[in-house]
């Protein structure tokens, strides 16, 4: 596989949220730097070992659901591929979205990610994730809205 063909499974995989097939794109010294201060996110900066991002991802997917996520490469020099991607990030907790766009820089050795950077608008990522808090402190969380239940169709032949 090339790098770029690397790169898109791996966000074909991460779009899905499968945490495993994601990282069987990376290598076992894959750094993983958020830049989002560890404050307002305890998975906030920089990760190192693929097992140790393993976990990180789990713990991205048990605070969001993706509701959106389209990944497009915006450039490839060699090893590195830049991607931009736009998003809706569901807080399962507070009940609340997070929208915005996101840039990532990918790092290829060997045919297998060693580094990705990941770059939010932290203030505004810092802000959701304060108001996030404030409402699960206060238990002012809000369920899931329920999905309409699909009509039944009656089958009438002509």
Not at 22 to 31: G, I, S
Not at 48 to 71: C, M, Q, S
């Amino acid at each position: 596989m090339d790098n770029r063909a690397t790169v898109e499974s791996f966000l074909a995989c991460w779009s899905v949220q499968d945490v495993e097939m994601t990282v069987a794109h990376v290598h076992d010294d894959l750094v993983y730097a958020l830049y989002i201060s560890e404050a307002a996110l305890p998975y906030g900066g920089e990760t190192r070992g693929k097992d140790n991002v393993r976990t990180v991802l789990y713990a991205i997917l048990a605070e969001f659901d993706y509701l959106h996520y389209a990944p497009e490469i915006v450039s490839i020099e060699g090893e590195v591929i830049r991607v931009t991607a736009a998003f809706v990030y569901h807080h399962r907790r507070a009940g609340e979205n997070l929208t915005g766009t996101k840039r990532m820089v990918f790092q290829l050795e060997d045919g297998l990610i060693i580094r990705i950077d990941e770059y939010h608008d932290a203030a505004k990522v810092e802000a959701f994730m304060r108001l996030a808090a404030q409402r699960t402190e206060a238990d002012e969380v809000t369920s899931p809205p329920e999905l309409p239940k699909a009509r039944r169709r009656r089958f009438s032949p002509r």
